[in-house]
Nanobody, 122 residues
């Protein structure tokens, strides 16, 4: 199983980025997909999840949109109105749908991508 995240970069505050996470080796439609982030000196934080519905952490509601393309085995994170506080390494992860009730915590996730750096300058 492989998850490969890309699309990060350096952007000014107020700008946008779109992250992609391409997966292989798993039956993508059977997995809850999540995006997590970790800033220097901070704990890893769940940003958003998508199953049949979506979940967002309060700090990104209205600015970020998670989506998935089951035909392409890919999950996306559209990030708008970026703020310096959004600076972090963003990672995608996959969890079996059988554990969807615990999809808000990192240990639930079976597979992780390598992360992509997002830096928002003020």
């Amino acid at each position: 199983v492989q998850l490969q995240a890309f699309g990060g970069g350096l952007v000014q505050a107020g700008g946008s980025l779109r992250l992609s996470c391409a997966t292989s080796g798993l039956t993508f439609s059977n997995y809850v997909m999540g995006w997590f982030r970790q800033a220097p000196g901070k704990e890893r934080e769940l940003v958003a999840t998508i199953n049949r519905g979506t979940y967002y952490v309060d700090s990104v509601k209205g600015r970020f949109t998670i989506s998935r393309d089951n035909a392409e085995n890919t999950v996306y994170l559209q990030m708008n109105s970026l703020k310096p506080d959004d600076t972090a390494v963003y990672s995608c992860a996959a969890a079996s749908r059988s554990r969807v009730g615990a999809a808000l915590i990192a240990p639930t996730y079976d597979y992780w991508g390598q992360g992509t750096q997002v830096t928002v300058s003020s």
